[in-house]
């Protein structure tokens, strides 16, 4: 049986606001899951499923990132002293555009070279930035109902559980223990 979203969050998060409000729009999500399937998985939830999802994966690698720029006294797990002076000496962001590299620069997902997590999170940072309806750079596809597909939605749950595993399991808060990722909520299952 799946543990509570909450649970997951509770195991790293550096700002108790920000998982609350992480741990909300997963609310929202769950919900949002129901209503698909209760108006045969029709495709117009798919848009703001997959914008929450991202923009859920977006607070979480900030609040990591300021969690290594702040942290002073709490031990932080698998973090060297090389990453934390590089991060400390880079300016503040809460950009995705930003994070991702960063991020990918130092492997803190610790995802294999075969893995294309950095490549999604890049690709769906994209699609992310399609909340914006009038599509001012032109992005292709022209037509939004090509851009929140199924399959787009699928990659957002796959980078949300590997971005979670991580951090869960990495970088622990203190005197946490790791939790399986078998126990992950999947609303979408």
Known sequence: MPRPFSDFTDQFFWSFKRMDNV?????????????????????????????????????????????IHQYRQDSFPNITQAIVSFFRNSSETDELKVLIPQIQTHNLL????????????????????????????????IDEYAVFTEMEMVRSQQCLEKVYDALCNVYPRWKKQ??????????WL
């Open 178 to 187: 790791p939790i399986p990722m078998s126990d992950f909520p999947r609303p």
């Open 23 to 67: 741990n909300y729009n997963f609310e929202t999500i769950e919900v949002l899951y129901a209503a698909k399937k209760a108006n045969n998985n029709n495709l117009h939830f798919n848009k703001p499923i997959i914008i929450l999802i991202i923009s859920i994966i977006e607070c979480t690698l900030y609040d990591f990132i300021m969690r």
């Open 110 to 141: 610790r995802v294999s070279k075969s893995d294309n997590l950095y490549t999604d999170l890049e690709h769906l940072r994209k699609i992310r930035n399609r909340v914006h309806i009038q599509n001012k750079y032109l992005m292709k596809p």
